[in-house]
Structures are given as structure tokens and as C-alpha cells.
């Protein structure tokens, strides 16, 4: 069964903190990997995507890629209320076919 | 403009009966899929279509039968609903189903069955 697992949360931080979310993976021929955040009541809109080794950064947003270890991460610097939400952790396993972890929901304290 | 439509937003309905739901896109995208969020927010892959050709069928049950007319459409079909499908359901599309693509997901529709 190809799994995609994150720690379901919440994980709570106070405004201006980092927020460090990870995920792994069990597919290793999972190529591509993705951020994606949930508002309650709404649907997933994409953060960021990773398809090599290392770290991809767009403004407040980092992803982090470790293939070895089957490892993403996101870390959200200068964390916003605004950026409290679900975050789901994807992977494109091929063949027309994305599974999802089960999301981390983040709560950031004003 | 709406990028990926659903209809309708919010379906209740007792058990046993069948209803359907239907998806639209307008970007051009030849893949689309359908996807379940229980209220664990697991989300999760039912089906996968490419240029109207169904692709992955993630072992749903045969009460759900989608059916795509033509690229921009995808509908889904639940007969006999159970009080199990009670979630939302997404749709979704991207380019063309390859590793490196955004998926652009519907508003959803929310499924109660009594």
C-alpha cells in the first residue's frame, strides 16, 4: 500500500514563529511532491511543489526534499494567522495517480 | 471565471437512493479526477480519466460509476447510497496527468446520506 503519512497536528505557534511541517513518503518511485493548504470548508489550493533533492524556496515558503530518507518538509517563516489551515502533503506515485497524507492542520496565535 | 465547477454544492439524501454529481473544467486540461475527503480530511483518489478514457478506478465500489462526455466533463453517479459515502467529494483537473502538474480542484460537494 503506498502511503503518504504527516503528523495530523495541530501544531500550534505563535505569530511571527516558524512552522515546520513534515511528511514522508513509502513510494520510492515517487517523483514529484507536493504542498498543498486547505482552509476549513474550502478546497486545496497548491503551496509548493518539489521534484529534486534539496530545498525550493517562494517567499515566506520553503520545501525540502530528501529521497534517500523519503522526506518532505515545509517550513513557512514569519508564520501569519492568514496561514492557519490543513496542510496535505502529496506524491505523484505515476501513472496518473496522486496520493495524499492526511493533513496536518497548523493553528498560528495572533 | 470559475476554473473548475461542481454541481451541486450540497447534497443530503436518504439512504438507498441514487444521485449524481457533476464536474466541469475550463482550462483546457485533458485529465481529471475524483476524490473523497472523509471527515478525517483524508484525502483520498477514486478515479482518474485522461482524454475522456478512464485511467485509475481505486477500487470504488461498482455504485459509483463516473462518465466522462467529452474532456471538459466529468460526472459522477452513486446509486444505492450508503451512510459510508457520507463526505465531500472534490473533483479535479491538470494538463495532462503528468509527474510535475498542479491539480486545480473543484469547490466540492458536500454528501450527506441519512
Known amino acids: 500500500q503506498k502511503e503518504v503519512e504527516q503528523n495530523s497536528g495541530p501544531l500550534s505557534v505563535p505569530e511571527g514563529a516558524i512552522a515546520s511541517l513534515n511528511c514522508t513518503y513509502s513510494?520510492?518511485?515517487?517523483?514529484?511532491f507536493f504542498w498543498y493548504r486547505q482552509y476549513s470548508g474550502k478546497s486545496p489550493e497548491l503551496i509548493m511543489s518539489i521534484y529534486s533533492n534539496g530545498d525550493k524556496e517562494d517567499g515566506r515558503f520553503t520545501a525540502q526534499l530528501n529521497k534517500a530518507s523519503q522526506y518532505v518538509s515545509l517550513l513557512i517563516r514569519d508564520s501569519q494567522p492568514s496561514d492557519s489551515a490543513t496542510y496535505l502533503c502529496a506524491a505523484h506515485t505515476g501513472g496518473f495517480k496522486t496520493i495524499f497524507g492526511a493533513g496536518t492542520r497548523l493553528f498560528v496565535k495572533a | 471565471d470559475t476554473a473548475v465547477s461542481q454541481t451541486p454544492k450540497y447534497l443530503v439524501t436518504q439512504m438507498g437512493n441514487d444521485k449524481s454529481i457533476k464536474c466541469e473544467q475550463n482550462?483546457?486540461?485533458?485529465?481529471m479526477y475524483w476524490y473523497k475527503q472523509d471527515s478525517k480530511k483524508f484525502l483520498k483518489i477514486m478515479f482518474s480519466y485522461n482524454n475522456k478514457e478512464l485511467i485509475i478506478n481505486e477500487t470504488v465500489p461498482n455504485r459509483f460509476s463516473p462518465k466522462s462526455p467529452d474532456k471538459a466533463h466529468l460526472n459522477l453517479h452513486i446509486n444505492s447510497l450508503e451512510l459510508g459515502d457520507s463526505a465531500v467529494y472534490f473533483c479535479?483537473?491538470?494538463?495532462?496527468?503528468?509527474?510535475?502538474?498542479?491539480?486545480?480542484f473543484g469547490p466540492g460537494t458536500r454528501l450527506l446520506v441519512l
Open positions: 513510494d520510492r518511485v515517487s517523483q514529484s
Open positions: 479535479a483537473s491538470s494538463q495532462d496527468g503528468a509527474a510535475q502538474e498542479t491539480q486545480y
Open positions: 482550462l483546457g486540461h485533458d485529465t
